[in-house]
């Protein structure tokens, strides 16, 4: 088969860079949360948003193991996880809420929207 290789792009990377040059630079929800980049506010950004992993005790007690591991082993870090309603709805009912409340430098956060979140994205350490 002979032809010519058109390259179009690709719809997603697009869209990040335009948010990236257009939208991110408006937004405040890092000076909000007082994330300033300096060593002490340095941050991992986490999510889990897969039902799989949202409504499987096992998986989310993985992830409070984790999180507690990364408290005691990166004091200066701190977590930043924006969490959906309905996780936090299902660790209650597991009674695995306060497990994770407990972990010192996990700071839990509503979700936010697409913008915020690349730009927690583009300033965290690790995400």
Do not use: W
């Not at 860079?17 to 000076?31: D, M, N, T, W």
């Not at 005790?57 to 996880?81: N, P």
């Amino acid at each position: 088969m002979n032809g010519t290789i058109i390259h179009t792009g690709d719809v997603s990377v697009e869209i990040v860079r335009h948010a990236v040059h257009k939208l991110v630079p408006a937004s405040q929800i890092v000076k909000r949360l007082q994330l300033n980049g300096n060593k002490s506010s340095s941050y991992i950004l986490m999510t889990i948003h897969r039902a799989e992993n949202t409504t499987s005790k096992e998986s989310l007690v993985s992830f409070i193991r984790a999180c507690k591991i990364l408290s005691v082993k990166t004091k200066d870090l701190k977590i930043i996880f924006p969490i959906h309603p309905r996780t936090v709805g299902f660790l209650k009912r597991a009674k695995l809420y306060t497990r994770l409340k407990e972990c010192k430098n996990v700071q839990l956060i509503k979700p936010v929207g697409y913008i915020d979140f690349v730009a927690l994205m583009m300033k965290a350490k690790k995400f």
